[in-house]
């Protein structure tokens, strides 16, 4: 999950920190030592994670654009310059397109708020900006909630009881509510020096920024894996399911499909003993199957070797919406069976089938051929169908008949009586123009069609029964 | 949308009654006469629906595109009401398929234009339709089961569509009091029952039909709340087509749907095969699919409009000439089903067949300008459509690190080819739930079980392990794992131990890794202790299983042991081994400094040794030959080794050498001692031994 770094900059954070006399410290030096602190453990722990710097007072100014190198988000920190006063709201409008434009709206994305409390005085203020929340027009809307999920950190270069001597605390949690409620705000405990500071960007490191470990079961083979980006918890249904689902240990069992869904991540660490996530990564590759895993109770994901166009290839796992049928056409994933259960091999002895994609019990109504009137033209087609047939006659019998029966049924759903006349009608009338040269079966079919449809249109048990089908005369003219 | 919202039971009510058979007043003209044929003919007289046939087809499209999109779970009750009400089907998932309630309305035909108005009502399928809502579902009813103590949590609500003909507001306001009333009846009687459940909030959608040409008595009112249980909204619509494109509002809006249309798709003509046009092809689908572009506020980059009377968006894609191009696919988002709007015209399923033929279209969205953004890719599995969403924007996974930058990426000999062939074997296959077991474990757990004894002993790389690089060891190595082995399984393991004993006592090589280990590795019984000791720790993890397992394992332990009196001869040959074992390290240093000599020599006695190999083996080849008196003879075999080791580069000096020690070897005959010589040595006075009739054998062949 991609990580912006909004650093105020106003000239409130240049407030002297009363040390004992010993060392003066600025506020904005001990945010950096906090965000220094932040981007080392990132740089060993997180290195995929891309994080961009931006600061803000009145205006803002993206340093750093969302990057994997650390030493360049550092380098930015040790140059940061002075400004005039505090306005949130501009900098999250520009933290939103920022973030839409490089990763579009469905990617979560942690804000981190580094600022010291004092949130600006008038208009452009917090609080100026919470008052007037509700008077705005469409075009200046307050940019929280953000379209994209969003994880809001606030860092506070000062202690809660100075926070809470002003409205600052009621804003800040105001604002953490209006982005979505999830994230917290921080605040030092104690005196403001670097131990304190240390203090409260280590509480985030552990919230927000430990790795994902966990360990890849497949029967007693095993490996350790990293898992970039961490999964996040997921809620279902609130009402059903309440509580979020977390993953907690994977299990992997291999099975075959072709399909690709989303989140996926990386995993990796370094050595040279034998490791089984490399073989496993190896297999697939070289086979190019994926393997399930499974993550939970009714969750699982697949994993499966992606290489970029640069030939690297890493073992990627991607998640499937939790659920016991996550892939309509593999059905149940618990229903999966091991195929040397099955009387033959359903992949066959040359890997030339498979018993996949599982078809639905019932086909989807564009993969039958159904009936349906709603437009004139289709009532029109149908007909047109069953006339052209019946100038064919006795040649297009069968299709004559089938293009019949699924008319009449349609008709007797409909409760359509009079169009089962009006097509016998029709039928009558082809039957009287038919040419001399005509077959004579041809005058035996339509108007045998023709009375059975009229038989139908009376709603008579015996000849609308909704399953019964016309068939045609039988007749024999081959003596 | 919640498990239990109003979306999960909806009740069509619909209308019976004697005025519904009332015609619409909309003429379809079906008797489309040729030029050619006209002259003489009278067309037939335009036919017309009637309210009734207008309302059931109507809402026969809805529950088509409902039930292609949500195919489980979004269920609809079917009831209509004249004198008495008749309910088509149940909340049972056999039931939802608009055949079922196609083959039941045609058993009900059109309303009886004859029936006393005075009987009949929509009140009886109101009614009928809010005792349903009571009836609890197969999924609330697993769920319920499934949640045990926090059973509440189950929802019971529901939407009823009547679809009537009113008579005024006033009468509106009749209805919607009485389902009211009806609904806290129910409720008590749901309290005391298992099979029922009170109704939490109900969702009444009242679509008042009228023919063309006529003015509504009734009036529009949007939705508004009766009681904290009912809700109600009024559709006052002509019968026909506004009556079609109404619910199909509906349907959107009740069940999150949204529309995108497909543009510029070339399609051959139908009268001219070689000429294609572009047509557009609407569907429905969940509106998920376009999640991006409604929050990012970017509808109008993605070409929405607004059509007909303004009601209804639909969002514009544009058909890419399909190429497959696996990159683009691992950013997939979601995949949505779809339903056609039009389902059964031409376009439509030109478009729908091409798809579920296989193929796959990438959809474009359209910019004015600048480059071209793949968003969607439509595609079937399984005969079911999904619109595919693809992520357009940049990718958090650019640029992963390669698997051998991490730990074990350095290792090389990792048992790919065996891995896969592993997986092979643990493929995974659809069980039908009917024929499983409810007493047994479920499939994927025994999916598991296997893998778990498939993996018992499974070494990762080629060096460590012996036994899974001999072909020899196969059948065995695949019978062990199985849950349970027949008695053939039993005798081909055994087959398979004997064999290895074979081996052993010709004496072939073994695939003994020499990684690591300088020079030429391990001795050869000492390879054979090894592969011995891997294949018992192998078939060790699978003995416990049955007692057959545990005989494959006792055939190991006893084939590889010796009798005592051979077991007593072996050792007193280990200590002549070991004598000669220390002569060996010394020379091998030696021989490892002048590697070159030895190679060189070796070249230069392959042909005799290689015909020294031959003769042996016509010795001992014989299986049913009887135990050699000592192993010592392998000692031969073993020397023959150097020529193997020889491979590789030859250097210039040493091919020289070769071809001048060949050419001398020719001139003059060889000393009998240095041709039969073993290791290059030769024992002295051979006939003194073979006089006492002792150790024939101790010099290899000598003697024979």
Redesign the interface.
Known sequence: ??TVILMDVSLSMTRPVSLDGIEEFQRKNLAVHGLNMLFEHMASNYR???TALMAFSSLWELLVPFTRDYNALQEALSSLEDYDKTCVESALNGVNNLV?Q??????PCQLVLVTDGSLGIGKGSLRHSLQTLKHRGDDKKFPLPF??PTKLFIMCVANAEELQMTDAMDNLEELLRLSGGDGQIFTMDGPLCMKSVQGMFGRLIDYAYSPFHAVLH????S??VQVF?RPEPVVM????E?MPRTVNVD?V????TD??????????????????????????K??G?V??VQLGPEWYGMLYS?A???K?????MSLFEPGPEP????????????????AEN??GED?SKS??????Q??????Q?????????????D??KILRNARKLPDKTQTFYKELNRLR??A????????LK??A??LE?ECT?LPDSAHPDAAFQLSHAAQQLKLAST?DSQY????HNIVPMHTDFSS | MKMFSVAHKTVFVVDHCPYMAESSRQQVECDVLTKSRAQGVIPLAPVSKSLWTCAVECSMEYCRILYDIYPKDKLVNYIVSDSEFHILNSWRREDQSTHELMSALAAVGPPNPREDPECCSILHGLVAAVESLCKITELQHERRTALMDTAERVANRGRIICLTNAKSDTHVRMLEDCIQETILDQNKLAAGSDRLMAIQQCELVLVHIYPQGEDTLVSDRPKKEISPLLTSEVHSVRAGRHLATKLNILVQQHFDLTSTTITNIPMKEEQHANTSANYDVELLHHRDAHLEFFKSGDLHMAGTSTRENGLKETVTLKWCTPRTNTIELYYCTGAYRISPTDVNSRPSSCLTNFLLNGRSVLLEQPRKSGSKVISHMLSSHGGEIFLHVLNSNRSTLEDPPSISEGCGGRVTDYRITDFGEFMRENRLTPVSESTHDPSGKLPAERAKAQLERHTRYWPMIISQTTIFNMQAVVPLANLIVKETLTEEDVLTCQKTVYNLVDMERKNDPLPISTVGSRGKGPKRDEQYRIMWNELETLVKTHAGATDRHQRVLDCIIACRSKPPEEEERKKRGRKREEREDRTEKNGNKETDDKSWQESERSVGLKGLLDKEDQESEVIKDSPDSPEPLNKKPRLTTEEVQPPERAKGPVSLLTMWTNRITAANSRKHQEFVGRASSVNNKFELYQHLKDENGMDVHENGKASR
């Open positions: 999950m991609p995929l994670e891309f839409q490089e990763w579009g709206s469905a990617c379209p994209f497949c029967g007693n083979l490996s350790d980006p249904d609130e009402e059903v309440p299990e069992g291999t099975g075959a399909e690709l869904e989303e989140e996926p991540s990386a995993s990796q660490m370094a050595g040279k003993s034998p490791n089984f996530c490399v073989l496993l990564h190896g297999s697939l070289v086979e199957m393997a399930l992606q970029d166009s640069k690297k290839s890493n073992l990627m892939l309509p056409w593999l059905g149940k994933i618990s229903y999966l069976g091991p195929i040397s259960e099955a359903p992949y890997d018993p996949f994609p599982l078809q639905p019932v086909k989807r109504s564009y993969a051929n159904v009936t349906v009137w709603i437009k004139a033209s289709g009532l029109q087609t007909v047109q049924k349609a007797l759903a409909f409760g359509f009586w009079e169009l009006g097509v009608d029709l009338r123009m709603g609308a029964a909704f399953d």
